[in-house]
């Protein structure tokens, strides 16, 4: 058995502040009306939330473009508005983590105000500035993960800064000891605040390939995917280690890290617990699963493979047991809803969704709650490109009309991928905008907010969210569920997705139909008659069934216990 720790236990919670719930009416979410849920999440059986980012921001990227590190965004509230929050979030036993943005600034950060204004400025260097190349052209072909280069040419100076998201999120230098030591006392003062830990914005970024070299490409192309040059370089993990050594390390905390092109041998790198690191990463195998090709083709998403889901999860699982934890979820701010995308969000909704569930809490690791998941909320299809706030959908809009994509293809894409679909407001009640806001949200809710929400789960016993409390309650009930060694059963079956949990004497049989028809389970060593009994079934069972029954009807899933 691994250590046991607060943080392998719990059940964690993903609140996008802007859109979880508005207590002032101008549409736009707030401090307080996190505070105002409280309730409702404890209720659900959440640990620990997870929020945002909720600094100053000009919001180029709502809040990943942090303008200062210290202040609360007027538009969440004030800084007395989150000191009340962490208190009654600890009163009722809620830990709170911090979303942790290291890899850049805003470009109306002070910082990158002087770095601009002058070559001489001490803060210069807190940036990565570039001469471009002779004829012109920027310093490297490095495309950015938001669409056009990474390099921005700053006129004044004559020289480019690097950015690997937004051109108004300039990357910080870490070969800079003083922005550093800038930097860990931020982390330093928000624990003292008493934060209970960080997610850690595109940690394995911060470092970047020595000389900037050409990403290798045809000499047509001028812009590349060039990732591999920023994504897990050796010296990243000193710089993590440091940061452990020198703030982490005394405190009580979870931290968990977003690790896009990251695989579990890599990971190990980041969490294995006598690496002194981090403790989980997300990566991002399962969500690239159903994406086209290329970098507009990205956005057209194709149907997904149960296989490699098996394949993601079977090599995550077994390679970080014993060693390093494991962050499961589904779905994020910068994801399509998962009932949309995994399961199915029309006539199974409730059946796939509660599916989903299933596995991502009886997996070992953390299970990650998106807002709004835990009532089966779906994409959106807003009409025009005008609706959609978030810039990279915009982005992209352009860039795909510059490549001749038609209209309805294009809007077709969003619909799929729009980092929007998560962030339309979450839904309350079936009031004016889901009850999320008494004036005009900053996103349109979703029309479905009137049948989907959760006054109306919570009134209904078979609801997506009553079944999420029951999977809470069981995990909290047996540490199988936590701890338990993961082993698959029928791998090779095309629409069951089976495996087991075995910690000591306590074994729990996991059995789930990813299809739309029902499936049939050959008889199997594991599914054998033993005394097993039924704990959770999210399809309503007559029989108290104490063997294993061969047959799923659609998207069912099934949690037994052997003893
Ligand atoms: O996301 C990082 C990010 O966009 C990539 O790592 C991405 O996840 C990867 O390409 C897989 O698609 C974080 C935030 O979650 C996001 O909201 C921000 O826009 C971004 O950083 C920049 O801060
Ligand atoms: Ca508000």
Redesign the pocket.
Known sequence: IMKRKWWKESVAYQIYPRSFMDTNGDGIGDLNGITSKLDYLKNLGVDVIWICPFYKSPND?NG?DISDFYAVSEEFGTMEDFEHLLAEAHRKGIKVIADL?LN?TSDEHPWFVEARASKDSPKRDYYIWKKGKENNEPPSNWGS?FGGSAWEYDEQSEEYYLHI?NRK?PDLNWENPLLIEELHRMVRWWLDKGLDGFRI??INHIVKMEGFPDAEAPAHEKIVSAHHFFSNLPKVHDHIQHLHREVFRPYNIMTVG?A?NTGPEEALLYVEEHRDELNMVFH?EH?SMDSGNGNLGGWEKRPWKLSQLKEILNQWQTKLHGKGWNANYWS???QPRAVSRFGDDQAFRVESAKLLATLMFMLEGTPYIYQGEEIGMTNVKLNAIDDYRDSVTHRFYRDAQQEGWTEDRIMSAIHQSSRDNARTPMQWNDQAHGGFTTGTPWIQANPNASRINVEAAEKDPTSILNYYKQLISLRKQHLVAVYGKYEPVFPEHSSILAFTRTLGNEQLVVVMNFSAASAHMDNHEALADQSVRLLLSNIASDTNETSIENHLQPYEARIYLRE
């Open positions: 990227d990943y943005v850049h993960f998201f999120q914005d595109a977003e896009a991002f969500m994020n701010h910068d």
